[in-house]
Every structure is written in structure tokens, then in C-alpha cells.
């Protein structure tokens, strides 16, 4: 029996948090309503079927029409264009979409609605009109889908002025995430990686939001600060591990939300390890692993003891053969070698 206020904790992976979480959203107001190609089960799906509906290529979505109907979880045909323009339409005038766009591969297809339109509404109207418009889109390589669908564009999307970019690791993260991002009246980007639908994690049953802007710790060290996002989390805490047993200590910062940045967290590790490493799945050049490292030379420069530096994937499409693809990704040999070089020369 729980005691007091405890908050009941349920084991379930990102793919359920997620689904849980679009059904509290649905249910918390008629206004909420989701978009996209499949996230039913097909354009037409008749309401016998209903049933069985897909709920999208990754599952998130599967029950929404069945209970919520489907003038509210729309099916829509397989153009990226027409689904964001309908989703900014829709934002501008009352209602909260909330948007799949089954891989971020095909972001390029709408980009246009959302570079010059999503988001730049508030600031053209002079913040007359409000822009509460959630796109969730997958990220990442490692399951040999190639280059054209394993793309990890977030550091992209960062770049650009009235988009906020949030990249979930964990169950209870992409929960509260998805639920702060419907709350925001600026548009946000939600990058889920499809290599972690299936990771499990302890969540509060009533999935609470998770601040916009607010990093968390994984761990706490002393030697050095590793920052990470996404599956390269996991990556790291592999890594902290390993190192840990060599007797080195990893102060390591999960960022959640890379738009806006938690820079006050990561300068003030630095302020304590005086080194850092970034490990990003994204971009070599001007990615997200970039801005992180500018942060630290511009606003951590006394505290550092050695140069920051990163590892990310090189700078090429994603790899299709499995082997290739591997070595492609960073993996947790490469933080340790990278950390050993840095502490160790």
C-alpha cells in the first residue's frame, strides 16, 4: 500500500509513455487534436475497423480514433506539406494539433510551413497570435533504414529563431515533454528516437510535465562533464560506467530540450570538472555538438582545463550496410578512448 503523496510509478517503455500521454492531452480538452499520415491506420479506415487501427508505423497513436473519433485524430494523405499547413492554420485559430511526421527525413517536404510560417506567426503579429503547434518526428540511425529515413536533423531545427526542440531519452521525459510542448505558445519540435521506442523506464502514473528548457543530471561526478541527448544517453551512461571502474568520475548532463539550451546547468559543471565532451548523433558541422562546445569557449573559457571537444558521427549521409552504419554512430568505446585522452593525454 502507498503511503501519503507518494506518486505511483509504472514501468512502461517511451512507445507507451507517449501513447498514454496523447490520451490525457485528448482528454484534457476538445480543442487538442492530432494529424498525420497512417496514425490511424489509413486514410478511410472504416469505423468496424477501428479496432485494429495501426496508430502510426511506430504504434504511438493506436487507440486514439477508436475512443476520441476521427474528426479529432485525423488521417490525412501522405503529403508533409499539407499536414504542417493544416496544423498552423489550425493553431492560429484556436484549436492545439498536435502533428507526427513519421521521420524527420521528411521535415524537408514542409519546410517551408515551418521555417516561414510556424515559426515566425507570434513575432510578425506582434504576439497577437499564439502558435500552440506540436510536431513530433523520429531521429537516429542503427536499424538499416538508410540514409533517407535515419537522419538526426534537431540541431537543424535548433538553428532556427521561434522553434523550440526538445529530444526525449527516456520514458517519462518524452511524456512530460510532449505535454509542455502542447502548453507552449510557440511551436515545438519533438524528436523521439526510433531506436528507443522500445526502452523501458519507471514513470509517475500521471506522466507530469517536464519543463522546456531544463536539463537533468544522469550522474554526478567530478573529472568531467559529458553531455549527451537521445540515444546517446545510453551511450554514455555506458561509458560512465566503464570509466567509473578506472576510477574516473562523469558528471553527466542529459540537456532534454536543446531549444532552448539549459546553459546555466552545463556552465556550472564546468565550473566544477573544467572539461568537457559532447556526444551527439547530429551534424559534425553546426550542429547541436557545436553549440555546446561555442557555450563553453565563450561563456566557460577561465574554467576550462583543456580544450572542450566532441564526437559525432562523420560528416556524411547515414551509412545503409549494417557494418558501415555501426561504425558510423558513436558508441560508448568511443567516449571512453575519448575521455581517456582527454584526463590522460
Same mark, same amino acid.
Given at each position: 500500500?502507498?503511503?501519503?503523496?507518494?506518486?505511483?510509478?509504472?514501468?512502461?517503455?517511451?512507445?507507451?509513455? &507517449?501513447?498514454?500521454?496523447?490520451?490525457?492531452?485528448?482528454?484534457? +480538452?476538445?480543442?487538442?487534436?492530432?494529424?498525420?499520415?497512417?496514425?490511424?491506420?489509413?486514410? $478511410?479506415?472504416?469505423?468496424?475497423?477501428?479496432?485494429?487501427?495501426?496508430?502510426?508505423?511506430?504504434?504511438?497513436?493506436?487507440?486514439?480514433?477508436?475512443?476520441?473519433?476521427?474528426?479529432?485524430?485525423?488521417?490525412?494523405?501522405?503529403?508533409?506539406?499539407?499536414?504542417? =499547413?493544416?496544423?498552423?492554420?489550425?493553431?492560429?485559430?484556436?484549436?492545439?494539433?498536435?502533428?507526427?511526421?513519421?521521420?524527420?527525413?521528411?521535415?524537408?517536404?514542409?519546410?517551408?510551413?515551418?521555417?516561414?510560417?510556424?515559426?515566425?506567426?507570434?513575432?510578425?503579429?506582434?504576439?497577437?497570435?499564439?502558435?500552440?503547434?506540436?510536431?513530433?518526428?523520429?531521429? %537516429?540511425? +542503427?536499424?538499416?533504414? =538508410?540514409?533517407? *529515413?535515419?537522419?538526426?536533423?534537431?540541431?537543424?531545427?535548433?538553428?532556427?529563431?521561434?522553434?523550440?526542440?526538445?529530444?526525449?531519452?527516456?520514458?517519462?521525459?518524452?511524456?512530460?515533454?510532449?505535454?509542455?510542448?502542447?502548453?507552449?505558445?510557440?511551436?515545438?519540435?519533438?524528436?523521439? *528516437?526510433?531506436?528507443?521506442?522500445?526502452?523501458? %523506464?519507471?514513470?509517475?502514473?500521471?506522466?507530469?510535465?517536464?519543463?522546456? $528548457?531544463?536539463?537533468?543530471?544522469?550522474? #554526478? $561526478?567530478?573529472?568531467?562533464?559529458?553531455?549527451?541527448?537521445?540515444?546517446?544517453?545510453?551511450?554514455?551512461?555506458?561509458?560512465?560506467?566503464?570509466?567509473?571502474?578506472? $576510477?574516473?568520475?562523469?558528471?553527466?548532463?542529459?540537456?532534454?530540450?536543446?531549444?532552448?539550451?539549459?546553459?546555466?546547468?552545463?556552465?556550472?559543471?564546468?565550473?566544477?570538472?573544467?572539461? &568537457?565532451?559532447?556526444?551527439?548523433?547530429?551534424?559534425?558541422?553546426? %550542429?547541436?555538438?557545436?553549440?555546446?562546445?561555442?557555450?563553453?569557449?565563450?561563456?566557460?573559457?577561465?574554467?576550462?582545463?583543456?580544450?572542450?571537444?566532441?564526437?559525432?558521427?562523420? *560528416?556524411?549521409?547515414?551509412?545503409?550496410?549494417?557494418?558501415?552504419?555501426?561504425?558510423?554512430?558513436?558508441?560508448?568505446?568511443?567516449?571512453?578512448?575519448?575521455?581517456? #585522452?582527454?584526463? *590522460?593525454?
Amino acid at each position: 500500500m502507498n503511503s501519503g503523496n507518494a506518486a505511483v510509478k509504472q514501468r512502461m517503455t517511451i512507445a507507451e509513455a &507517449l501513447n498514454r500521454a496523447h490520451h490525457q492531452l485528448l482528454e484534457s +480538452g476538445a480543442d487538442v487534436i492530432v494529424i498525420g499520415e497512417d496514425i490511424v491506420g489509413g486514410a $478511410g479506415l472504416s469505423e468496424a475497423m477501428a479496432a485494429d487501427e495501426l496508430g502510426g508505423v511506430f504504434g504511438v497513436t493506436a487507440g486514439l480514433a477508436a475512443r476520441f473519433g476521427t474528426d479529432r485524430v485525423i488521417d490525412t494523405p501522405i503529403s508533409e506539406t499539407a499536414i504542417v =499547413g493544416m496544423a498552423v492554420g489550425a493553431a492560429m485559430t484556436g484549436l492545439k494539433p498536435i502533428v507526427e511526421i513519421m521521420f524527420c527525413d521528411f521535415i524537408g517536404v514542409c519546410f517551408d510551413q515551418i521555417l516561414n510560417q510556424a515559426a515566425k506567426v507570434r513575432y510578425l503579429s506582434g504576439d497577437r497570435i499564439a502558435m500552440p503547434l506540436v510536431i513530433r518526428t523520429t531521429m %537516429g540511425a +542503427g536499424d538499416g533504414s =538508410g540514409a533517407m *529515413h535515419s537522419q538526426s536533423l534537431h540541431g537543424l531545427l535548433a538553428s532556427i529563431p521561434g522553434l523550440q526542440v526538445a529530444c526525449p531519452a527516456t520514458p517519462a521525459d518524452a511524456a512530460g515533454l510532449l505535454k509542455s510542448a502542447l502548453l507552449c505558445l510557440d511551436p515545438v519540435v519533438l524528436f523521439e *528516437h526510433k531506436g528507443l521506442y522500445a526502452s523501458e %523506464g519507471d514513470v509517475d502514473a500521471e506522466l507530469p510535465a517536464v519543463p522546456l $528548457g531544463r536539463g537533468r543530471y544522469v550522474r #554526478e $561526478g567530478r573529472d568531467i562533464t559529458l553531455v549527451a541527448v537521445s540515444a546517446m544517453v545510453t551511450e554514455a551512461e555506458k561509458a560512465a560506467s566503464l570509466l567509473a571502474d578506472e $576510477g574516473i568520475s562523469i558528471d553527466l548532463i542529459d540537456p532534454r530540450t536543446i531549444q532552448p539550451l539549459d546553459s546555466k546547468l552545463i556552465l556550472s559543471s564546468l565550473k566544477k570538472t573544467g572539461r &568537457l565532451l559532447v556526444v551527439d548523433e547530429g551534424a559534425a558541422f553546426a %550542429g547541436f555538438a557545436d553549440a555546446v562546445l561555442a557555450l563553453a569557449s565563450t561563456q566557460a573559457f577561465a574554467d576550462l582545463k583543456s580544450a572542450p571537444a566532441k564526437i559525432t558521427p562523420p *560528416h556524411t549521409p547515414v551509412p545503409y550496410g549494417r557494418a558501415l552504419e555501426a561504425g558510423w554512430l558513436p558508441n560508448a568505446e568511443d567516449i571512453v578512448l575519448k575521455v581517456r #585522452e582527454m584526463l *590522460h593525454g
